[in-house]
């Protein structure tokens, strides 16, 4: 007989699914936090573990350090870190209270003169740092590192000082793009998609949308990978696809793309998932251990990204 308030798991998927084969992965590979998170996702786990979790990353000064975002190593608090926290607070409902207080006042203290976040910041000096993440004395802003933070803030109603001028700083990035590249997109796609001020959002996203098709900045004919360059800096296959823009439905972004684009993307998207039950890891891999970490975060967005568009997982 169960426990009193203990959460009553589904049925097992079946056998072979990519649900099961997933599962079996995330529990031989993945840190407590993803092990909490798929639970939460996939098994009616409840999200105070999860909470529990992810607050072995949290630091005195309010931020997340810890490699919670694997790339970045050592202890000290990073705005991508944070990034990281606010999404996986989203993802269990939990983004708001004293704790996002705390992460405001944080965030407040390490951003730039126009009020956004750099990338990296300086205290990340002498920890061991992805190559492809360059850490400068006079960090520039970051849309990148921005606009995830604004749009999930925005997306829980949470309101402070700090999210004025970050949100003038998202409009002004989003607005003037013209040559980007695929992460810094999606970082633009997070701040519109909560964007307060939704016809303005919407017609940002139509502008970005005819972006990303005129630069092909998204593969959308999978089965045709070798005619779409790799932007630079970027590793070898490290392709971006329709479902990596418009995660859900939802997605302001998912008007960019046809439906057979869509479901072709999805279709690459399923066929992904390996042998071990996890999906691949596309961007650089500079040490071992990045991989281990990165795995299962990459297997939950894929699985999450499928069932939002009513792919069966099992």
Same mark, same amino acid.
């Given at each position: 007989m169960p426990e009193p308030g203990a959460s009553v798991l589904p049925p097992t998927p079946p056998a072979h699914s990519p649900l099961f084969r997933a599962e079996q992965f995330v529990w031989l590979t993945a840190r407590v936090l993803e092990q909490?998170?798929?639970a939460y996702h996939f098994l009616n786990g409840? &999200?105070?573990?999860?909470?529990? &979790?992810?607050? &072995?990353y949290r630091n005195e000064d309010g931020g997340y350090g810890h490699a919670l975002e694997p790339d970045l190593r050592g202890p000290v608090s990073q705005p991508l870190h944070v990034g990281h926290a606010l999404h996986v607070m989203d993802a269990v409902e939990r983004c708001g209270g004293q704790r996002v207080?705390?992460?405001?006042r944080y965030l407040?203290?390490?951003?730039?003169?126009?009020?956004a976040l750099p990338a990296v910041h300086t205290g990340q000096r002498g920890y061991p740092t992805a190559p492809f993440?360059?850490?400068?004395?006079?960090?520039p802003s970051s849309l990148l590192a921005t606009g995830p933070v604004v749009g999930l803030l925005h997306r829980n109603e949470v309101w402070h000082a700090w999210l004025f001028r970050a949100t003038d700083f998202c409009w002004q990035a989003v607005e003037s793009l013209e040559k980007s590249h695929p992460y810094e997109i999606e970082a633009a796609v997070a701040f519109l998609d909560s964007a307060p001020d939704r016809p303005r959002a919407e017609a940002a996203a139509d502008r970005l949308g005819r972006l990303v098709r005129d630069q092909r900045l998204a593969v959308l004919e999978p089965d045709n990978l070798d005619s779409y360059a790799v932007p630079t800096g970027y590793a070898q296959g490290e392709h971006h696809f329709p479902h990596d823009y418009a995660r859900t439905p939802r997605s302001l972004a998912r008007a960019w793309f046809t439906d057979d684009e869509m479901s072709r993307s999805?279709?690459?998207l399923a066929g992904e998932q390996q042998e071990d039950g996890g999906w691949?890891?596309?961007?650089r891999q500079w040490t071992p251990g990045i991989l281990l970490e990165a795995r299962p975060m990459v297997t939950i967005q894929a699985l999450r990204t499928l069932r939002a568009y009513g792919r069966h997982i099992g």
């Open positions: 909490r998170l798929f409840a &999200a105070d573990p999860v909470e529990t &979790a992810l607050d &072995a207080d705390r992460v405001c407040t203290s390490v951003s730039r003169p126009d009020g993440i360059p850490v400068v004395d006079d960090p999805l279709d690459h691949p890891v596309r961007w």
